[in-house]
């Protein structure tokens, strides 16, 4: 996959160094003179010094050949503009738009003549704070967040200390928005559980529940044996 990034600030950066661990081809449009020479050196994909709300820098970058085009830099309004753009030269082009404003997220996502122009809409800042809000109230899970449905993937080991050691899944007595999804042993062995499914001794769980079930889930994976 082509991608071109836009911004190589922290996330900017980090998405993309994500992207070429994975064999991915990516080019980074940066406007600061200085941040795009120290960039050159830490990617291996091309560094353009320029403005992506500049219709020239985008086909500088190959926008045309791109399979998916990230705005990820600070400033709402020139990502939005960027993403209208790459979709006028690129048309069958995947865009990604990073607000930061959460009332720029709302209008972005209802106004129906704008969403025609990017695919999907990320803020980072507001996923951030729903994992600290979530991790405060419910703390103890690895997660994986879904905001927009209400509802987190979440890990839990088990051993032997446990009350749910080797029980059946189906005497665990979860609430109900919740489901196991998977379960590991201690060797990492994947069981895709049914209800006759006798946990492991010791390994991991994976659950995908409702926010409001994940502090009931809590207390159950955390009881110890008596």
């Known amino acids: 996959m082509f991608v071109v990034v836009m911004g190589a600030g922290r996330v900017g950066f980090l998405v993309s160094k994500m992207l070429e661990s994975e064999g991915h081809d990516v080019t980074i449009i940066e406007s600061n003179k200085e941040k795009a020479k120290e960039l050159a050196n830490l990617i291996n994909g091309l ?3 320029g403005d992506a709300t500049n219709q020239s820098v985008l086909e500088e970058a190959n926008i045309k050949q791109a399979d998916a085009f990230a705005a990820l ?10 993403c209208i ?12 738009l990073r607000v930061s404003n959460i009332k720029n997220k709302q209008v972005f996502e209802q106004v129906e003549d704008l969403k025609k122009y990017f695919d999907y809409v990320v803020s980072p800042e507001e996923m951030a704070a729903n994992y600290i809000f979530r991790t405060i109230v419910t703390p103890g899970f690895d997660r994986v ?3 927009k449905e209400g509802a987190e993937i979440v890990q839990f080991s088990i051993n032997s200390e446990n009350d749910i050691s080797e029980k059946l899944v189906k005497e665990l007595g979860l609430p109900r928005d919740s489901l196991i999804v998977a379960v590991y042993d201690e060797k990492g062995n994947l069981i895709i559980p049914s209800g006759e499914t006798k946990l492991p001794k010791k390994g991991q769980v994976i659950i995908f529940a409702r926010d409001k079930a994940l502090e009931e889930i809590k207390k159950i994976f955390e009881k110890k044996r008596e």
Do not use: R, Y
């Open 47 to 49: 560094v353009i010094n």
């Open 73 to 82: 830099t600070g400033q709402d309004d020139a990502n939005l503009l960027a």
């Open 85 to 96: 753009l790459a979709k006028h030269l690129n048309p069958n082009i995947t865009t990604i």
């Open 145 to 147: 967040m879904l905001p």
